[in-house]
C-alpha cells in the first residue's frame, strides 16, 4: 500500500479531518491495521456496535443491543486515542448515521475515511447529514468536479414540463374556438404530455440516485 491517494488520506486524518474518495474503494487503500471498516455507514446502531467490537471493546452483544444509539455514541468516546472509521458510498449516508458520526468526529478521536460513486448525495437537504459532509476534504482532487446532482435537476425538468404544458394548453384553447372536437383530442393529448413528462421526472431522479452498489473490503 503505497502512492497517492495513500498519502493524501494520511496528511488529511493527521490534522484531524475526515477524507473522501471519489469512484474508488477505501478498502483498497486502507488495510485493517490503519482503519477501523464497516463497509457500509448504516444501519446506525449496528454499526456502533461493530466499532465497538473492532475497538476491542468487553461488552457482549446482548449488552449492547439493550443500549441506545446515543448510550453507544458514549460508550465509544470512552476510548481514548485516535482511530479511523472507514465505509464506502457516503452518498447514501442517512441523517441519522450522519448525526452519531459527526459526534464522534467532534467530541472523540475519530477520523472517518468515506468513498462517494455517484455524483448525488441522497440525503444532502438534510441539515445533519451537510453538516458531517462539511468534514471531508477530497483526496483525490482529479476528480474535483461540478456535478449535476439530483436536486438541481429535478427543477430544470420541471420547469421545461410546464413550459411545454402552457404552451399546448393555450394552443388548445385557440383551436377550441374553431373546432369541438380538436378540443377533446387537445385535451387527451394534454393528459397523455403530462403522464409523459411525469415519467421522465421520475426515471430522471431515479437515475440520478443510482444503485446501492457494493463495497470491495
Do not use: C
Not at 448504516?42 to 449492547?64: A, E, F, S, T
Not at 482511530?83 to 478521536?109: C, T, V, W
Amino acid at each position: 500500500m503505497a502512492g497517492e491517494p495513500v498519502e493524501k488520506i494520511h496528511g488529511i486524518t493527521a490534522q484531524g479531518r475526515n477524507a473522501l474518495l471519489r469512484n474508488k474503494y477505501v478498502g483498497e487503500h486502507l488495510d485493517a491495521s490503519e482503519a477501523l471498516k464497516i463497509a457500509y455507514p448504516q444501519p446506525v446502531k449496528p454499526k456502533l456496535m461493530l466499532i465497538y467490537r473492532l475497538l476491542g471493546g468487553k461488552l457482549k452483544d446482548h449488552q449492547l443491543q439493550r443500549l441506545t444509539v446515543p448510550e453507544l455514541e458514549d460508550l465509544l468516546l470512552r476510548f481514548k486515542g485516535k482511530h479511523i472509521i472507514a465505509f464506502d458510498h457516503i452518498e447514501n449516508l442517512a441523517p441519522s448515521a450522519a448525526q452519531s458520526y459527526f459526534r464522534l468526529f467532534a467530541q472523540g478521536g475519530f477520523t472517518f475515511v468515506a468513498s462517494q460513486h455517484k455524483g448525488t448525495i441522497k440525503y444532502y437537504d438534510n441539515s445533519d447529514v451537510r453538516r458531517f459532509l462539511d468534514t471531508f476534504e477530497l483526496a483525490n482532487p482529479e476528480y474535483q468536479k461540478d456535478e449535476i446532482t439530483e436536486r438541481d435537476l429535478t427543477p430544470a425538468v420541471v420547469l421545461f414540463a410546464s413550459i411545454i404544458f402552457l404552451a399546448y394548453f393555450f394552443w388548445a384553447v385557440i383551436s377550441a374556438e374553431t373546432n369541438a372536437n380538436t378540443l377533446y383530442m387537445a385535451i387527451i393529448g394534454i393528459f397523455w404530455i403530462l403522464f409523459l413528462l411525469a415519467r421522465t421526472i421520475i426515471y430522471v431522479s431515479y437515475a440520478r440516485r443510482g444503485s446501492t452498489g457494493g463495497g470491495k473490503y
